[in-house]
């Protein structure tokens, strides 16, 4: 009897363990161009540098962009970012492809399709050091729920690691190099756990507000475990 209890008990976790898959989530609100993707003109293919424009000026560029002009690195030309169960899906290049969020402001990142996720999760980074968020999650219902603070690693040397080894470049009609290979910058992941309660809700938004940075942060993509119910 116990044998078969146990049995029973196991297989019933299976969903959930099956489930922590995160699949890209489609939204709205993004209000940069961070990415230059026509070699060797970044200046008219991006809307601002990410980091301190008097010191380097810089902005990300796409795998393509990087192999015309013979350095490697890169955004994968997909668009796609793939870290163990985590997918995230980035935006076209050739538009608005970047949430930023400076110190001080608060902006709202909106799902297109409002849905219920056991966990979200974001993929970002900081620049000129760390930066501070806070993080609330909407419901259709007119609930919050707080996620507090977090600190964002700068885009060079931090952890957790999403996609490593991006490469940069200055934010000029004529690029002639890369910067930070063949190690850096890099893309970080968030991760957003929420409770039984909230998984039976739908996610309408992610409010997030900039707490400190020289910069801010950059929010490159979003994803999550869809709500799946188990029975036993």
């Known amino acids: 009897f116990f044998f078969y209890f146990f049995l029973v008990f196991i297989f019933s976790l299976f969903p959930r363990v099956l489930s922590q898959t995160f699949s890209?989530?489609?939204?709205?609100?993004?209000?940069?161009?961070?990415?230059?993707?026509?070699?060797?003109?970044?200046?008219?293919t991006t809307s601002q540098a990410l980091d301190a424009v008097a010191t380097?000026?810089?902005?990300?560029?796409?795998?393509?962009?990087?192999?015309?002009l013979g350095f490697g690195g890169?955004?994968?030309?997909?668009?796609?970012?793939?870290?163990?169960?985590?997918t995230y899906q980035l935006m076209p290049y050739t538009g608005i492809n970047a949430f930023y969020v400076q110190t001080s402001t608060t902006k709202t990142i909106t799902l297109t399709s409002p849905a219920s996720y056991s966990k979200l999760s974001?993929?970002?980074?900081?620049?000129?050091?760390?930066?501070?968020?806070?993080?609330?999650?909407?419901?259709?219902d007119l609930t919050t729920t707080s996620f507090g603070s977090?600190?964002?690693?700068?885009?060079?040397?931090?952890?957790?690691?999403?996609?490593?080894?991006?490469?940069?470049c200055a934010r000029l009609t004529s690029v002639?190099?890369?910067?930070?290979?063949?190690?850096?910058?890099?893309?970080?992941?968030?991760?957003l756990n929420l409770s039984c309660a909230d998984q039976l809700k739908s996610v309408?938004?992610?409010?997030?507000?900039?707490?400190?940075?020289?910069?801010?942060?950059?929010?490159?993509?979003?994803?999550?475990?869809?709500?799946?119910s188990t029975t036993t």
């Open 204 to 228: 309408a938004s992610i409010v997030v507000t900039g707490n400190t940075g020289s910069i801010g942060s950059f929010i490159m993509g979003v994803s999550g475990v869809p709500y799946t």
């Open 122 to 140: 974001l993929l970002l980074f900081s620049t000129e050091g760390t930066s501070n968020i806070s993080i609330n999650v909407k419901y259709t």
């Open 150 to 168: 977090s600190t964002i690693a700068d885009w060079f040397g931090g952890t957790p690691i999403a996609k490593c080894c991006l490469g940069r």
């Open 176 to 191: 002639t190099t890369s910067g930070g290979l063949p190690s850096n910058p890099n893309l970080y992941y968030l991760d």
């Open 24 to 44: 890209p989530i489609t939204v709205s609100g993004f209000n940069i161009d961070a990415v230059a993707e026509i070699a060797p003109n970044a200046l008219s």
């Open 56 to 68: 380097s000026n810089t902005v990300l560029y796409s795998a393509s962009f990087g192999a015309t």
């Open 74 to 86: 890169g955004l994968p030309n997909t668009g796609t970012i793939v870290n163990g169960t985590r």
